[in-house]
Each structure stands twice: as structure tokens, then as C-alpha cells.
């Protein structure tokens, strides 16, 4: 069965300053979807970054941009410029190639303060 | 394009009472979910359907939980009777295969539920 695990339960950096959230999984599968998805104070899941698995090229959306070692199984994110409205809670999901539902871990609650 | 619809936003009911939540997915998205997320947890999956079938409800709590995805569109989640664990957030989100394989996942708001 696939596992997703967030190993830092809280992170807290200043504004401006650069964090990584780290996450690692295990999985039997060749290929497969990471992502990571932010959840503020209003509950709603956002969509913050996607992975696939065969693409050896990171993800990148502006500020945020991971750090994907296959071999490794470990799927970093890396929020450059922290501003206080990355203040969240970010969880790292995955889904096989099959499209079945989303695995999250347990997530990393993140605070930006000025 | 609107987003997923979750009613009600907040549910407050006393144990062995039934309540129901109700969703409303991306016109067109095919598949639809419902997860659980306890307080302090990362959501766990509780059913999956894909159109009006059931593709995956092997961790829904079926002396208790029911779903429903009548006509493919709208989902009704309910619990009956409800325990003090039911606590919980109850996401709904959905997917479209026409964003490609490993399509993300578009959450609604969720719905809390408070069992006292």
C-alpha cells in the first residue's frame, strides 16, 4: 500500500525568507502524481504544485518549485519569498497511474510572520 | 467555472442522531470524492465515484456511513447514527479525466460536523 509522510508537523519562517517542506513515500509503482496542496484557515484544499512521476524535470509555479528524487522517494517543496499569505497548512498527496484517489499525509502547518 | 459546492458549512449534532451533507461538483467532472479529515489529520478517503458507480468505498464505515451519486451529479453523504469520532471536517472534491491522467483534485469548503 502506498504511505505519504510529512515529518515536520509545524515549520515557521519571516516574510521574504525561503522554506522547504519535506515529504517522502513509498510506493511499488514506476509511475505515478505528487502533489502538494495548501489548506488555509477557510478549510478549502488549494492545489499548489503537481509532480508526475516520468517527468525528470521539477515543477515549478512561481514562487513555489519542488525537489522530486524518484530514487529516493522523497518530494520536497520549496516556497521562495515567504509571504504571510502562505500561512497554511500544506499537504503532500499522490495518486498512481490508475487515477485512483489522492493519499495525503498528515500535513505540515506552516506560519509566515512579518 | 464555478467550484465544488459543499452545504452545510458547519453541522452540529448530539451522538446517535443521523445528519446528511450534500455536494455539488464542477459541471462536467465525472468522478467525485468524499473525504474525512479529523482535526490535526490529512483527509482520509472515504468513497469514490466515478459518473453514478462506486469505484472505491472499501474504507467507508458501512454500519453507519452511506452514499449516494444519483444521476451522476449532485452526492448526499450521510451518517446514522453519528458517534463522538464522526468529529470531523467532510471534504468533497472532483476530477475531470479531460485534465489529463493524474488530474488534481478540486476541493469544496467542507463541511464540519461537531457530535457532542
Known amino acids: 500500500a502506498q504511505t505519504v509522510t510529512q515529518s515536520q508537523p509545524e515549520m515557521s519562517v519571516q516574510e521574504a525568507e525561503t522554506v522547504t517542506l519535506s515529504c517522502t513515500y513509498d510506493?511499488?509503482?514506476?509511475?505515478?502524481?505528487l502533489f502538494w496542496y495548501k489548506q488555509p484557515p477557510s478549510r478549502q484544499m488549494i492545489l499548489v504544485i503537481r509532480?508526475?512521476?516520468?517527468?525528470?524535470q521539477n515543477a515549478t509555479e512561481n514562487r513555489f518549485s519542488v525537489n522530486f528524487q524518484k530514487a529516493a522517494k522523497s518530494f520536497s517543496l520549496k516556497i521562495s519569498d515567504s509571504q504571510l499569505g502562505d500561512t497554511a497548512m500544506y499537504f503532500c498527496?499522490?495518486?498512481?497511474?490508475?487515477?485512483?484517489?489522492?493519499?495525503f499525509g498528515k500535513g505540515t502547518t506552516l506560519s509566515v510572520s512579518s | 467555472e464555478a467550484g465544488v459546492a459543499q452545504s452545510p458549512r458547519y453541522k452540529i449534532i448530539e451522538k446517535r442522531q443521523s445528519v446528511a451533507f450534500w455536494c455539488n461538483p464542477i459541471?462536467?467532472?465525472?468522478?467525485l470524492y468524499w473525504y474525512q479529515q479529523i482535526l490535526g489529520q490529512g483527509p482520509k478517503l472515504l468513497i469514490q465515484?466515478?459518473?453514478?458507480?462506486?469505484?472505491?468505498d472499501s474504507q467507508l464505515p458501512k454500519d453507519r456511513f452511506s452514499a449516494e451519486r444519483l444521476k451522476g451529479v449532485d452526492s448526499t453523504l450521510k451518517i446514522q447514527p453519528a458517534k463522538l469520532e464522526d468529529s470531523a471536517v467532510y471534504l468533497c472534491?472532483?476530477?475531470?479525466?479531460?485534465?489529463?491522467?493524474?488530474?488534481?483534485?478540486?476541493f469544496g469548503n467542507g463541511t464540519r460536523l461537531t457530535v457532542t
Open positions: 465515484f466515478q459518473n453514478n458507480g462506486v469505484v472505491d
Open positions: 498527496a499522490f495518486s498512481n497511474q490508475a487515477g485512483t484517489a489522492l493519499i
Open positions: 510506493t511499488s509503482e514506476s509511475n505515478y502524481y
Open positions: 472534491a472532483s476530477s475531470s479525466t479531460r485534465e489529463g491522467e493524474g488530474s488534481p483534485l478540486h
Open positions: 459541471s462536467g467532472h465525472a468522478t
Open positions: 509532480q508526475e512521476a516520468y517527468k525528470q
